[in-house]
């Protein structure tokens, strides 16, 4: 006996062995949108050449780690992106403004002795700190709006040892703040509370003040106890403002976290409410469920016993995909959810295509029995499966490398869930299946593996003799029109970008009754927000867009919009910066470009030019399409629409891989054929894959758009577009322009 069948099983169990440990011993880390948080994503502004550059950016990170790890968030997330921007993703923080405050604050912590105060006819004199004529000096109003004259900073945050927040319900000074010198930052604090000491009380130089971020936070009169030149001594005070224990148990973390190297600016604010991702989750777990259930149930009905093997090959591919997110400690989000269950729905398709040569192999005689018949699908089936599975491999790697955020996530789930299937169908499927119609009970009821008959699709084109190529024109015609007819949508009606592509504020809201989105609009208009777009996202759930809002205008729409909508809780809010927002939209501009490009590459250097150029010509046929009938709808389009259109072009380009892989093997058998006819011969051999990979796509993403709740619908709606384009086009798109084409070059030739 041969050995690789064992190496195949031992390979097998190895592999699912360690998956199932994996699983078992280490958790899927779920992003915001699955357990609730708030993302923000914040850019250095280097005010020098010097604190440009990464350096100053890393520098940046440790800083922010710090004031996370002081807030007592569980699993923060802190990563750079880029050279100058700086992710920071906060679960169970609901409080976006509070987060964003902390956070981005600069923290410039300076103290400063006070030489008196400034009148508003002194040229020097500003609401907001300058400069006087004097280099060492500054002008700065304080708590209460006076305006103070303060000599130039004596002591800064890195003199600090420590902060802490403390309350004295005897003293009188409530809630302050104790600070600890190290090094000569005690001896310096004595001298300036020393020189201060030397002014009579009441007169304003006799007062301290201390600075944050260029705003004075407390400036208290040193105690008369305090000696002229003596000075507070034992390296610690305590700083007072009248604070509430929020504000004082913040100003110790800012000052325990120290200063930031540079400013930031937040140009992305996300926040997601639990309900929201309890919700995701469990219409996920549905969808998940019932279409893989639904899946299964028609795979075994058409494949029978091998069919039911598949199936538990495709459990073997969940768990292998799960226990790969596990070890790799990807970050599983909502659109990475999706690609999870959708790429069971893609797993279908190796199984389909091995079963369907093995079906070929057995009916034609070629092979005697179902084990010999089942061997050779494989070994002819591998070509088409490695090219299919490449090209989705390529659409992932774009999404990792040029997109941001969940849409790159997704591109992971959906990386690691091509080579999973791949495993599952040539590995797994191969030695579960080729152990069973080994046995001696199916040897003798060849019938039962599902692989002894032709098949229902098969039957019906044997019967009826068709020739689908004949008129090659006339399929053009009509993929041409529904071009036309949806491509204009898009002059039409325009493309509704989402706030991520073009900056701006979306916030969700769900509410204890339905509203009305006429009612919303008015209320809102009165309240100052005329030009905001209000949506009904769900039968008690709406959005409100608008361009970008402060974190008060924010809660004032939100106040607004509780006198209309009854219970209204926001459960989503996304702030995107303007800079952001075109970025964004030029990534997924260039993204789409260079997947179309990669693909023309790709395909033609497996086939020839001429099938490279139809296959990439039907793809860019297939995003029009889509894109037209989003626009149509008016349904948004933003960056999951992208993962969903990404998906589309690796969905079309694998149809067209499959009948292209068999007219170039069916070329090379018979060389004088006539090109026409063996497009029409491959196209008929490659329709029951098509159909029955489809028809289980299609099972998945149906559950996905009827039970995968809101966050869902756009996605699996556009999947299901892409999905019946995709298999058109491959079909009567890319089939046919490839014989024209073929047909013209010929006809060149000869003149």
């Given amino acids: 006996m041969k050995r690789s069948p064992h190496l195949r099983a031992l390979l097998a169990l190895a592999v699912v062995a360690l998956s199932l440990y994996v699983a078992l011993a280490v958790p899927v880390q779920l992003g915001l949108d699955l357990r609730g948080g708030t993302r923000i994503v914040l850019e250095t502004r280097p005010t020098t050449a010097a604190d440009a550059g990464t350096e100053a950016t890393d520098r940046t990170v440790e800083v922010l780690r710090g004031r996370v790890d002081a807030l007592g968030v569980t699993e923060p997330t802190i990563t750079r992106s880029g050279d100058d921007r700086i992710a920071v993703e906060l679960p169970g923080v609901q409080d976006p403004r509070r987060a964003a405050d902390v956070i981005g604050r600069t923290a410039r912590l300076t103290f400063h002795q006070v030489l008196g105060t400034a009148t508003a006819a002194d040229p020097a004199a500003r609401p907001l700190p300058e400069r006087t004529e004097r280099p060492d000096e500054q002008v700065t109003a304080d708590e209460t709006g006076r305006l103070l004259r303060l000599r130039a900073a004596a002591l800064t945050g890195k003199d600090v040892e420590k902060a802490a927040a403390r309350f004295d319900p005897h003293s009188g000074a409530g809630w302050h703040v ?47 106890s305090v000696g002229c030149r003596s000075g507070i001594g034992g390296g610690a005070t305590l700083i007072t403002g009248s604070f509430d224990d929020e504000e004082a148990t913040e100003l110790a973390l800012l000052i325990n976290g120290g200063a930031l190297p540079v400013p930031v600016e937040t140009v992305e604010q996300r926040t997601v409410g639990p309900t929201l991702g309890a919700r995701a989750i469990a219409a996920s777990a549905w ?98 499966i490695a090219d299919s599975n490449v090209t989705t491999l390529i659409a992932a790697a774009l999404l990792f490398f040029l997109a941001s955020g969940p849409v790159r996530g997704f591109g992971v789930t959906l990386g690691i869930g091509v080579l999973a299937s791949m495993f599952s169908a040539l590995v797994v499927t191969r030695v579960l299946a080729e152990h069973a119609v080994a046995r001696p009970g199916l040897r003798r009821r060849p019938h039962l593996t599902g692989i002894a008959h032709t098949g229902f699709v ?7 003799g068709a020739h689908l190529m004949r008129r090659p024109r006339r399929w053009l015609a009509v993929s041409a029109a529904a071009l036309v007819l949806a491509g204009s949508g898009i002059v039409v009606r325009g493309l509704d970008l989402g706030v991520e592509f073009t900056g701006g504020r979306l916030v969700e809201y769900s509410t204890t009754a339905p509203v009305d989105p006429d009612r919303a609009r008015a209320a809102l208009a009165e309240a100052g927000f005329p030009h905001a777009v209000v949506q009904s996202s769900g039968e008690r759930q709406f959005t409100v867009r608008t361009s970008r809002l402060s974190d008060a205008r924010a809660a004032a729409l939100t106040d607004a919009l509780t006198e209309v909508a009854a219970g209204a809780e926001r459960i989503r809010d996304e702030a995107v910066g303007p800079s952001l927002g075109k970025e964004l939209r030029r990534g997924a501009l260039i993204a789409l470009a260079v997947a179309l490009g990669a693909q023309l590459v790709y395909l033609a250097a497996r086939f020839r030019w001429l099938l490279g150029t139809s296959a990439v010509a039907a793809l860019a046929h297939d995003v029009v399409i889509l894109v037209g009938v989003f626009a149509w709808l008016g349904k948004p389009v933003d960056g999951v629409f992208l993962a969903a259109l990404l998906t589309v072009i690796g969905y079309s380009v694998n149809d067209s891989v499959v009948v292209f892989d068999r007219i170039r093997e069916l070329g090379r058998r018979a060389p004088g054929k006539p090109f026409a006819r063996v497009a029409d011969q491959a196209l008929l051999q ?17 559950a996905l758009a009827v039970l995968g709740g809101d966050s869902l619908t756009d996605f699996a709606l556009a999947l299901l577009i892409g999905l019946a384009v995709g298999t058109w086009s491959s079909m009567f798109t890319a089939t046919p322009l490839a014989v024209e084409l073929h047909r013209r070059t010929r006809t060149e030739r000869r003149t």
């Fill in 287 to 384: 969808a998940a469920a019932i279409g893989t259930a639904l899946t299964s149930v028609f795979i075994i009905a058409v494949y029978r016993v091998v069919g039911a093997l598949a199936v538990l090959a495709l459990a073997c591919y969940g768990l292998v995909s799960y226990a790969a997110l596990a070890a790799l400690g990807a970050t599983l989000t909502l659109p990475g959810l999706a690609g999870f269950v959708l790429a069971i729905g893609m797993a279908v398709d190796a199984n389909v295509l091995v079963f369907e040569r093995a079906r070929e192999e057995y009916a034609a005689r070629h092979r005697p029995t179902p084990r010999s018949s089942l061997t050779a699908g494989f070994r002819g089936a591998f070509s088409a």
């Fill in 458 to 464: 098969r039957d019906r084109l044997t019967r009826s």
């Fill in 178 to 224: 104790t600070v600890d010198f190290k090094g000569a930052g005690g001896q310096e604090w004595a001298r300036l509370t020393g020189e201060a000491a030397c002014r009579a009380p009441g007169d304003p130089g006799r007062r301290v003040a201390v600075v944050l971020d260029d705003r004075i936070i407390s400036s208290p009169q040193v105690d008369p």
């Fill in 686 to 702: 490659t329709l029951p894959r098509t159909v029955n990979t489809g028809m289980g796509a299609a099972f998945i993403l149906t």
